[in-house]
Structures are given as C-alpha cells and as structure tokens.
C-alpha cells in the first residue's frame, strides 16, 4: 500500500470519527414510537412502492378547481404527482435523487419542466404516504429523532416526535430537512405531519405546511391513508380522497423525472 493511499484513508477514518462523535444522538423514546408507528403502518410488511389514484379539490386563493390525480411514491427519494385538473390543466411534480442530491421538478400542460428549489427538496418526498418518510430511517445514522411532547394537534391527543437529518454542514440543512409527527397515542398511525415550504428566492423563509391523515384502511396489509388534506397558509389547499391504492407494483426509477 502506497503512502499516499495509506494517509488517504487515515484521514477518511478521522473524518468520519469526527462526524459520528458530533452527530446528536436520538431521543431512545422518539425511535421507540416512530417504530412502532411503522409497524402499525406496515404489519411488519416490506413495502419498496405505492400508487394512489385520487379525486382531488385544489383551491389556491380564490382559484378552485375540482379534478383527478395520481400519486406514485418509491423508496423515500422518489415521488411523483400528476394532477388533471378540470379548470387550470394538468401539472407533474417530481422528487429524486441527482448525484446524491434531493432535487425535483414540475412542469404544467406538458410544458418545459422547471426545476425546484433546491432548499425546497430536503424535506421528505413522500409527504402524501407516511410510511416511506423519514419516519421510517431509525436505522439510519443520517436522520435525528427527537421527542417533543404528548399534545393536542388539531383537537386531538397525539405523540409529538421530530426528525431531521444531519449533516456536518450544520443547522440549515437540519432545519431544511426538519419534519413534525403528530401519532395517535393508540393506533400509533401518524395523523399529521409538517414542515416547512419556503419560497424559492429565500430558504430563511418559513411558509408552514401541513399534511392531516385520516380514513386508514388495509391494502395487501399495508395501512394507507384514504383521505388527505394539505394545509397551507391556515387554509386547506388540496383536499384528496383515495379512490384506489396498489402497492408493491414495481415502479421504475425512470417514471420519477420530467422530460
């Protein structure tokens, strides 16, 4: 071995000796309840890809609009959403990976697709499925998990927990990648999750989002959300009802980009 590689991978070692002693470590008690709100989730099933066909209600300001979407999500990286709207047209957001890197894009009417802001891509990308969030990575290094409190959220008792991932660069990824669970202290199903949206000229902005679950139900033994509602601004902007969900069904890497 030269000398040259050799110093090569002492230093690889002290780095991530480094790293691994400054990572905060998670709340034993917020790993102990996002497992068991995975195995609630999933029955002890190994889930890899979801696909949710919907009638959705989009209202945007005084804008409403009345349609249908689907909604595809694989692994906790790769999401996608094609809305078909009666008045405004169709839309495709996507999430994935590039080069390592969160990243996304949306296009409407078949149009040049527009990239998001990449502070916009951290959070997680399965928003609309809880069971491939960041609620799912207790093993992983990566993410932070922290308790917050046994509180009401929207009326309801729930178990707050928060997750994040870290990373050496520090607190604005963390904060960029922080998402809120709100579990129901008895079924351990997750009713709410937040996080931050932030416009894409400012990531030091916070626009609170919030997503509200109800209406589980059982498919191939997997729990999934029937009904939806994204929250954005104080105020319900996508109402979504499930009209029918397949797991499992081998989605391909390349359905999650826009061309």
């Known amino acids: 071995m030269s000398r040259r590689l050799l110093l090569s991978l002492c230093f690889v070692a002290v780095a991530n000796l480094v790293l691994a002693q400054n990572r905060p470590a998670s709340d034993p008690r917020a790993i102990s309840l996002a497992q068991q709100s995975i195995a609630a989730l999933t ?37 996608r959403v094609d809305f078909n ?4 047209g169709t839309r495709s957001d996507v999430r994935h990976l590039a080069n390592g890197a969160p990243a ?14 990449p502070h916009n891509c951290f959070t997680d990308a399965s928003w609309f499925f809880p069971t491939l969030t960041s609620l799912s990575q207790t093993a992983n290094r990566k993410f932070v998990f922290s308790y917050v409190a046994r509180e009401k959220h929207g009326g309801v008792d729930t178990q707050h927990i928060r ?82 969900a397949s797991v499992n069904s081998g989605l391909p890497d390349s359905l999650f980009t826009l061309q």
């Not at 945007?60 to 009345?66: A, H, I, K, L, M």
């Not at 996304?104 to 802001?117: L, S, V």
């Not at 990824?173 to 579990?183: D, H, K, P, Q, R």
């Open 163 to 244: 997750v994040y991932q870290w990373s050496a660069k520090g607190a604005p990824s963390a904060v960029l990648s922080t998402m809120e669970f709100y579990i129901d202290p008895v079924s351990f199903l997750p009713i709410a999750i937040g996080f931050q949206s932030h416009p894409d000229n400012s990531m030091g902005t916070n626009l609170p989002t919030e997503i509200d679950f109800v209406n589980y139900q059982s498919v191939n033994g997997f729990q999934v959300p029937y009904h939806f509602l994204k929250i954005f601004g104080g105020g319900v902007v996508l109402d979504v009802t499930v009209t029918n």
């Open 104 to 117: 996304g894009a949306w296009a409407t009417n078949g149009g040049t697709p527009t990239p998001f802001a």
């Open 43 to 79: 029955r002890g099933g190994t889930l890899s890809d979801v696909t949710l066909n919907t009638n959705v209600t989009s209202t945007v300001g005084s804008d409403y609009d009345t349609g249908n979407a689907t909604f595809y999500v694989k692994g906790t990286s790769e999401s």
């Open 85 to 88: 709207l009666n008045t405004s």
